[in-house]
């Protein structure tokens, strides 16, 4: 109960990145989480580091592992 609590928590932060394969989080050494968007090195429509939450996005593609993980 408390994982799907958190899973939900993120996913209202971040939006479709949580789920989008082009998308990796990234800790720092203080605890913060960066998404990075890994489809911007070639699609200069994206950020390198997205707005959050992103509710929106032409290169969503969602990832099977990370909506059922
Ligand atoms: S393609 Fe869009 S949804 Fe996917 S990681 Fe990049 S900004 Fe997020």
Redesign the pocket.
Known sequence: MRLAMSRDSTTDRVG??VS?E??RSIQSARGSTF?L????KSDSR?RKY?QLP?RQ?V???ADAEKQHG
């Open positions: 479709l990145c989008c082009h998308a998404w968007c890994e489809a911007s994206l997205p992103v996005c290169a969503y593609r």
